[in-house]
Nanobody
Framework: QVQLVESGGGLVQPGGSLKLSCAAS????????MGWYRQAPGKQRELVAG???????NYEDSVKGRFTISGDYAKNTVYLQMNSLKPEDTGVYYC?????????WGQGTQVTVSS
């Protein structure tokens, strides 16, 4: 079955940057449109950025202009560049299919924005 492995999280000060990676065990073309999801403490998981197989992107309002999703489909990898980080960006970040039917979730990567 498909495996997704997220990495790149860490502790960063407000205003800092991080780049997350999501490596898939199969071609992204076998999964479909992809997204990055965030689960903040005590909250439900939410989609923050999506990318289609054609490269079109969409963002949740709070991250527009700060986050950039991209894909290197030759490497079966999707990225999330996060700039101007805010404390409210804190959470566990996951990647998965951007659609109603998900593939098994990975372990996620923790992002903590704090001074």
């Amino acid at each position: 079955q498909v495996q997704l492995v997220e990495s790149g999280g860490g502790l960063v000060q407000p205003g800092g940057s991080l780049k997350l990676s999501c490596a898939a065990s199969t071609s992204i073309f076998n999964i479909g449109n992809m997204g990055w999801y965030r689960q903040a403490p005590g909250k439900q998981r939410e989609l923050v950025a999506g990318i289609t197989l054609g490269g079109n992107t969409n963002y949740e309002d709070s991250v527009k202009g700060r986050f950039t999703i991209s894909g290197d489909y030759a490497k079966n990898t999707v990225y999330l560049q996060m700039n101007s980080l805010k404390p409210e960006d804190t959470g566990v970040y996951y990647c998965n299919r951007n659609g109603a039917v998900k593939v098994p979730w990975g372990q996620g990567t923790q992002v903590t924005v704090s001074s």
